[in-house]
């Protein structure tokens, strides 16, 4: 995969992994456009304040990402690492520090591994190619089981245009902004501040709308640049504006939806769709304490039609609605009607054996919806995270 | 066990489990004061309906539970059983309907099984003795792997007055009304009013502060019963409120740490202290954030002292303070400094080994405190509630 403009690679730094890609760089031919979305936690780590920063600015170069380790908690020590790895892919890659965006996720709380990522840095330069991005999305990867990436194209003013995008997620996947890093590029030409709306917007319709574990990161980063090298017009607004949203949408959708696919452990993938709520507020409490419900979430994996359990997490969702005017269809299933079991059972015990479905609650007390992805807690999630760093 | 002026029995009435005690009844010899407090869910369940309005009264004689059956979400059909249930008992023990609370544990949807509780309830009236209260704590358990219950005593007015308890839990855990059921006798003089106010104040230092899994359910109930047959003076203020309060505040702590201990598949009980916090409700958010999230849970499972999960939940709690001001000791073991690996990992792993320790968090940022209790994510929660009905 290419996009033009950009230069890619990923090489095994070993810095807490061996033997596999765990240091990748997008290096852009020239300086370009770039915006950043980052965690909402109090405790952000070394290279979200290092990237915070930078993405201000409005134009950069290159995206320095690794796995293994966080780079978080790891105060002055840690954010002098960030300036010096800035440093070193400026100083091989002809940049300034001040044009490389980092990002790291991994084990919190050690320092990174600088012994192991200075003598990579020269080798990742030397890599670098226009057809590996994939070998990037790869190096991102943690206890992902499979990298994601998602593309797009659209013609405008008789050029392609493409935007493509990678991300890892797994665990601590949550609705603030969905915990994960994710990487987004495009060919075309748009400034900085119009780059952060359209991802800001694009977020909250994808990444915000997936939940794994309820956990948000320390780490959570996304981030965009456009190269302009499509040689289309510039994107200001009108048609060629809306062709851009909806591939970037598109992108970031189906990264999104990889993200919940892939969570850790996962082996069922389920769409909860929240309709007839009070109000927008209520729509989300409902439908996100449905998609976090550990007893929700098990009984996914245990298959079992259990509309207590969903009856049980509305119930304290925060939601005012009538207990009995409740909806739900599983799929095309009408399995709860007017908030009792409608007779369809076995019918939809068969959709929940299906490994992805559509759980669609209507709470019959409004006009206001919202829509999540989850997964199932299954015994893998236990096993994945009960020895995580060992 | 026996509390002055109370009769109690179990019987296997198989509602639903077969061959087990599923149904006990604590009478009353003549009425007395009583309170309740019940489940902040929507989602309320028919004896939730019921003994709401009958707790209002302030006088009762009875209690019957059951497990197996939650009798939630059952409409119309569901609050006439609860009635039928009432005159049942009101018939074969000599009392009103009205004099009779009820509460059900079990499974949500299904409506109660009237033909099995229905030559039941004569048997219960008919065991009915002085020294049954443990059948009783055990006809009331689900998934809950043993019976749950604490007692108190001390002197008033030359005589013995008794606080007695019994609790179920096991999962949807949570600190609303921490979800269970919970029965209270004494053999103490109050009015209902009084009554109510220590059952409140109680639940919130105890049942409040314990988390499972972070859900509540449509059936959570607490009840109290005051017989006065104990034969000391009416308690009203002083010195006798005092070591009152002190007896109930006691069984209910230990009833809470029963359910802690026992949460579903559970294998450690974990008291989070959090302290140093800027306002009471950022320690209570902090407190609970930690004590909920599934990633700090299954580290716990898996004996991992990994500060970054619990750095992780402190970012996303909404309190706000300092990363790199936080102190944590394990047990007594000074684990995070200012924010950073205090170079005593071993010694804190050694801590998480045991079945029980207290993570002592200080976020260095103000005053306020709050302590909950939890447990971990073991395979078993996972088994527990992938299979739950089936």
Redesign the interface.
């Known amino acids: 995969m290419s996009v033009k403009g950009f230069l890619s690679a990923a090489v095994a730094a070993d810095l807490r992994y061996h033997g596999r890609p765990d240091l990748g760089l997008i290096l852009a031919e020239a300086p370009c456009s770039w915006a950043g979305l980052f965690?909402?936690?109090?405790?952000?780590a070394a290279p979200v304040i290092w990237s915070r920063d930078r993405a201000a600015a409005g134009l950069g170069r290159a995206f320095l990402a690794n796995s293994g380790q966080?780079n978080?908690?790891?105060?002055a020590e840690g954010e002098l690492n960030c300036r010096r790895s800035a440093e070193l892919v400026g100083g091989a890659a002809g940049c300034a520090p001040e044009e490389v965006m980092l990002a790291s996720t991994g084990?919190?709380?050690p320092q990174l591994n600088m012994k192991a990522l200075a003598p990579a840095v020269p080798r990742l330069v030397a890599a670098l190619g226009p057809d590996r991005l994939d070998d990037f999305a790869r190096a991102i990867l943690t206890t992902d089981t499979r990298p994601k990436t998602a593309g797009e194209s659209f013609d405008l003013g008789g050029r392609r245009v493409t935007v493509w995008g990678c991300a890892k997620g797994s665990?601590?996947i949550?609705p603030?902004l969905a915990t994960m890093l994710g990487f987004l590029l495009t060919d075309a030409r748009l400034e900085p501040g119009l780059l952060r709306a359209i991802l800001a917007e694009g977020a909250e319709l994808s990444f915000n709308r997936v939940t794994v574990?309820?956990?948000?990161?320390?780490n959570d980063s996304l981030m965009i640049m456009a190269s302009g090298a499509s040689g289309a017009p510039e994107i200001r607004s009108g048609e060629a504006l809306e062709k851009f949203r909806l591939a970037a949408f598109t992108v970031m959708k189906s990264l999104a939806r990889q993200i919940a696919r892939d969570g850790e452990g996962a082996t069922k993938l389920v769409t909860v769709r929240l309709r007839g709520a009070a109000s927008e507020e209520e729509a989300k409490k409902a439908a996100r304490t449905v998609a976090e419900?550990?007893?929700v979430k098990?009984?996914f994996?245990?298959q079992?039609a259990?509309?207590?359990?969903i009856?049980?997490?509305?119930?304290?969702?925060g939601?005012?609605?009538d207990?009995?005017a409740v909806d739900i269809d599983l799929d095309q299933v009408p399995w709860i009607r007017n908030?009792?079991?409608n007779g369809r059972e076995e019918a939809a015990t068969a959709v929940m054996k299906k490994p992805e479905y559509v759980l669609d609650i209507n709470l019959n007390a409004g006009p206001h919806g919202c829509e999540m992805l989850t997964c199932d807690?299954?015994?893998d999630?236990?096993?994945i995270?009960?020895?995580?760093?060992?």
Chains 1, 2 share one sequence.
């Not at 965690?39 to 952000?44: F, H, P, W």
């Not at 978080?72 to 105060?75: L, M």
């Open positions: 965690t909402q936690s109090v405790c952000r966080a978080a908690q790891t105060g084990v919190i709380g665990g601590m949550a603030h574990d309820g956990d948000t990161s320390t419900s550990p007893l098990t009984a994996f245990g079992d259990n509309w207590g359990r009856c049980m997490a509305l119930g304290r969702s939601a005012v609605f207990p009995y908030g009792l079991d807690y299954s015994h999630y236990i096993s995270n009960g020895s995580y760093r060992s």
